[in-house]
């Protein structure tokens, strides 16, 4: 079965860092894109990140471009976000996605994980 | 960036009548040199992660029931279900891919009336 799982959600104080993980099976993890995705309380989803099969090639949207870090171990079909300098409009359900191609763009997201809950407040 | 915007952002139907949500982009999601239109729409059920529909503005993923469809080209992008099951209750969202960025709409949720 193909799935991604995410990890790594806390409650975490302004200006703080946080590191997520994702972790794939049941796919060729190189062979995909992948992204992360958020939905705060309340609104929509918002792509957030994202990085090709190979890890060559990363993107950001601006709300976090600077702060977050996109990376991924093929060898072991994991993902990660690295979180730093978080604020209050970070708190949200962050989603892990399989991108379609192993480019990271021209992707539709399947499957999602079941989502990691940050919060972010004093 | 490409600004999705949906219509209605809420809508109530009967069960077994039809549900229609239509999907507009800032710019063409067309690629001329393929001819695909580079639209998603996805289900989210509260507690649950989005779920792909439909891909490619009208191909349906595999094990997502033929009630629900998807139409469009260039800008203007309709989710169409047929018959409205109970089981269909959720918020709907279109999503574009043809540009980084990818960008959804804002959802539109869909009960029973």
């Known amino acids: 079965e193909v799935q991604v799982l995410e990890s790594g959600g806390d409650l975490v104080q302004p200006g703080r860092s946080l590191r997520l993980s994702c972790a794939a099976s049941?796919?060729?993890?190189?062979?995909?894109?992948m992204s992360w995705v958020r939905q705060a309380p309340g609104k929509g989803l918002e792509w957030v990140s994202g990085i090709s099969g190979s890890a060559d090639s990363t993107y950001y949207s601006d709300s976090v471009k600077g702060r977050f870090t996109i990376s991924r171990d093929n060898s072991k079909s994991t993902l990660y976000l690295q979180m730093n300098s978080l604020k209050a409009e970070d708190t949200a359900i962050y989603y892990c996605a399989r991108g379609a191609y192993t480019t990271s763009w021209g992707n539709w997201f399947d499957p999602w994980g079941q989502g990691t809950l940050v919060t972010v407040s004093s | 960036d490409i600004v999705m915007t949906q219509s209605p952002d809420s809508l109530a139907v009967s069960l077994g009548e039809r549900a229609t949500i239509n999907c507009k982009s800032s710019q063409s999601v067309l690629y001329n040199s393929n001819n695909n239109n580079y639209l998603a729409w996805y289900q989210h059920k509260p507690g649950q992660p989005p779920k792909l529909l439909i891909y490619?503005?009208?191909t349906r993923e595999s094990g997502v029931p033929d009630r629900f469809s998807g139409s469009g080209s260039g800008t203007d992008f309709t989710l169409t279900i047929s018959s409205l099951q109970a089981e269909d209750v959720a918020v709907y969202y279109c999503q574009q891919y043809y540009s980084t960025p990818a960008t959804f709409g804002q959802g539109t949720k869909v009960e029973i009336k």
């Open positions: 049941g796919f060729t993890f190189s062979n995909h894109a």
């Open positions: 490619w503005a009208s």
